[in-house]
């Protein structure tokens, strides 16, 4: 296992953690979506800590899903900008965009390093 490996598993803990604690404060409309979205994101977390890699390749797509969701609501964006709700902006900075970016790196960090030791026992 490398570091990218890891880091991909605290990542998906901690942005779990953050979603546990965000839910309360967001929109009570939204509240079936947000749950299974942090479910996803802790089975995620429960299969590459595992040693399912295969599950990699889930973390990219839903943690771009998440940065276009949080970027195309309006709600959100305004939130963000105006800083309204100091505690929920953070939260939701911390947990949309610093979080998902970082999921991305790590994910596909560990994608390519799984495929070169791969490729360097096969040759």
Known sequence: MDIHYHAT???LVSITALGIIAIPFGNPKFIDRAIILELS???LSALIWKGYSKAL???IPIAVLV????SLAPPHVNLMMT???P???IVLIVG???LQIALIYTSLRSI???RSRRLTTAA
């Open 57 to 59: 390749y889930a973390c």
């Open 83 to 85: 800083f309204s709700k």
């Open 96 to 98: 949309g965009y610093v």
């Open 41 to 43: 994101f802790a089975t």
């Open 112 to 114: 390519l390093n799984i």
């Open 67 to 70: 940065i276009i969701v949080n």
């Open 9 to 11: 598993v605290i990542i």
């Open 87 to 89: 505690l929920n902006a």
